[in-house]
């Protein structure tokens, strides 16, 4: 297990690699010089050395690449062009919104779309099947920003139950941080639960044919305990894939979502920055969130086996 | 002596699964959803003759008019035509939909097709590929597009590079499989040249799992476009696309949401009619499903 462990974050060090290699790339390798796309077209040539030498733009591209790396390892992530502040601070003041978001969407997701994916596998081919089914097509077609518009226009602006945009900090009182976070979590657990129903359906499917099934029902056991003690319990791995994965689909709906609600988290942090060509913020962002997504992906594996006792490495 | 006709084969040769198009009305839903794209697809076509008015004319008079005679969904803020500026957005988005999803999967499937076949190439390959997909596919495509300017060709390649590792993938998966096969392997041994090999007896069977990945990919690239215009890090503001049309209406939501709403339903409806037609096509092509159907 430890030797498997260590295998895998191994692995993953050639893959960050390639991302900070990208990430470098990305600014180098823009037709043009990259002062000039960063300061925009009325900038003075006084601006435009400042970028050159914050970025490090007149040294040679591996003496840059190097230097920049250096500092990535010992936890540099460089200083904002526009406010001067050191990127790790601004990603801390932001932090808050966006964690409690992505965390309450997690949570939704899984309250809600576990059973329904149980339910539709168990009365497969019946009219509720279809139903959940039916959601989940739609859950992937309709954009998180229309989901978002239509929510506040029925429960904000039509039935005047929770506040149109914004957040407020856990630090000012449960229910106003609460009250916030029910419309932009609503939003964003659409997709999610889409994705959770349908793999949750088609793992079951392929459990409950076992014969396992077929015994616990013989020995009296209720349906309820059938499905979510015996089926379910195997049909679980791929449903934990699936939360990892839909990692991507978080990130992005993340940075919608905070757009529509005004949320000031680290999504519209980045959008923000990618606006104003802020490019160490762009380049942190990208850095941090890829090294996130291969994290939670290395740590879904290990839960495998804590999951499956079957699955050994 | 000539040989006119050769004995039969002692054992059925299968030939590769060949995809057939009639999942596309298989079923009402899906036959109603390949009905609504094609009708998507006609109206941006033929926009300059369909819409009522020029979606780029100003008229600074006509500012936030409700829906009228004159203007059937009324103006946006600018007192351009809502209806005629939607007519028009549905061609960026089936543009950028349908040209990332053929660039994605021409790339795609030659880097599949070469990493399948040469270890030592696969190593490498690979690896960055891995790197590329360790990126959310909606950073990468902001800062794509914001750093060498907004277009349609650079939001096309910023949506595109993304998605090339995974057809990547799935074709160096099927060419992995194949390569085992006992006509490959025959083909390699009487000496077929490699192009060859990979014309003829690779390439067919990427055919069914593509398209499926391609359906599925070309909902999401229409999406990404449409989030890409509405975060405002897409394809300059005046071009009409629904992703700008809502981008605009967000600060006038208050006042008329129709500029949110109306964009937002006939995108919704583009990416659910490409999805269940993914679907279908799943059912129809992916021959581990009829083989769960039968199972059953």
């Known amino acids: 297990m430890l030797g498997y462990l260590l295998r895998r974050v191994l692995a993953a060090i050639p893959v960050m690699g390639v991302v900070a290699l990208f990430v470098f790339l990305l600014l180098r390798l823009t037709p043009g010089d990259p002062a000039a796309v960063i300061a925009g077209d009325n900038a003075t040539p006084a601006q435009l050395e400042r970028i050159r030498t914050s970025l490090g733009l007149n040294e040679p591209l591996y003496v840059q690449f190097v230097t920049w790396i250096n500092k990535l390892l010992h936890g540099d992530l460089g200083v904002s062009l526009i406010s001067n502040v050191p990127v790790l601070n601004m990603i801390g003041q932001r932090i808050e919104p966006t964690i409690s978001i992505a965390l309450a969407t997690i949570i939704v997701a899984v309250v809600v779309a576990v059973p329904l994916g149980v339910v539709a596998a168990w009365k497969q081919g019946t009219w509720i099947d279809r139903f959940v089914m039916g959601l989940s097509v739609l859950g992937f077609s309709v954009p998180v920003f229309v989901i978002g518009y239509i929510l506040i226009q029925i429960f904000a602006i039509d039935l005047r139950w929770l ?4 957040f407020k900090s856990l630090s000012s009182g449960f229910g106003p941080f609460v009250e916030r976070l029910v419309l932009p979590t609503l939003a964003l657990s659409f997709i999610y639960v889409a994705l959770i129903a349908r793999m949750t359906r088609a793992s079951m499917l392929d459990v409950l044919g076992e014969d396992y099934v077929r015994t616990a029902r013989a020995k009296g056991i209720g349906e309820v305990a059938v499905l979510f003690r015996h089926a379910l319990r195997n049909a679980a791995v791929p449903v934990i894939t699936v939360i990892g994965t839909g990692f991507a689909l978080l990130i992005s709906g993340v940075v919608v979502t905070e757009s529509v609600f005004n949320i000031p988290g ?16 762009i380049q942190a962002m990208i850095l941090l969130t890829s090294l996130l997504y291969v994290t939670i992906n290395l ?3 290990v839960a495998y086996t804590l999951l499956d006792p079957r699955i050994r490495y | 002596m000539a040989i006119e006709s050769l004995p039969e084969p002692s054992i059925a040769i299968a030939a590769p699964p060949r995809p057939r198009f009639g999942f596309l ?9 390949t009905f609504c794209l094609v009708a998507i697809a006609l109206l941006s076509i033929l926009a300059p003759w369909i819409a009522p008015h020029d979606p780029l004319q100003l008229l600074p008079a006509q500012r936030l008019k409700p829906a009228s005679e004159q203007f059937l969904l009324g103006t946006d803020a600018y007192g351009r035509d809502v209806l005629s500026r939607i007519i028009y957005g549905g061609r960026i988005s089936l543009l950028i939909g349908f040209g990332a999803t053929l660039v994605s999967i021409s790339i795609g499937l030659l880097i599949g097709l070469f990493s399948g076949f040469f270890r030592l190439l696969d190593a490498v390959l690979m690896r960055i590929m891995d790197g590329i997909m360790a990126i959310p596919a909606i950073l990468l495509a902001i800062a794509v597009v914001s750093l060498s300017g907004a277009s349609v060709m650079t939001v096309l390649i910023a949506i595109t590079i993304p998605e090339i590792p995974r057809v990547a993938r799935l074709v160096r998966s099927v060419v992995l499989s194949a390569r085992e096969e006992p006509y490959v392997e025959a083909a390699i041994s009487v000496g077929s040249a490699l192009p060859k090999i990979m014309w003829r007896h690779l390439l067919p069977n990427t055919i069914a799992p593509l398209i499926v990945q391609g359906t599925n990919f070309c909902a999401s690239a229409i999406l990404t476009e449409a989030i890409l215009s509405f975060l405002g890090a897409g394809i300059s503001p005046e071009t009409p696309t629904w992703g700008n049309i809502m981008a605009e209406g967000r600060a006038y939501f208050l006042i008329k949401p129709s ?10 409806i583009a990416i659910l009619s490409v999805n269940l037609i ?9 021959p581990r499903m009829k083989q769960r159907e039968a199972g059953k």
């Open chain 1, 266 to 281: 680290i999504g519209r942090l980045t959008v923000d920055a990618v606006l104003a060509r802020d490019y160490p913020v």
């Open chain 2, 25 to 33: 009305t298989a079923t009402p839903i899906i036959a109603t959803a």
């Open chain 1, 163 to 166: 506040p149109v945009q914004g």
């Open chain 1, 299 to 301: 740590l879904i594996d």
């Open chain 2, 278 to 286: 993914g679907d279908a096509a799943r059912d129809a092509l992916d």
């Open chain 2, 259 to 268: 500029l949110i709403f109306w964009p937002g339903l006939l995108l919704s």
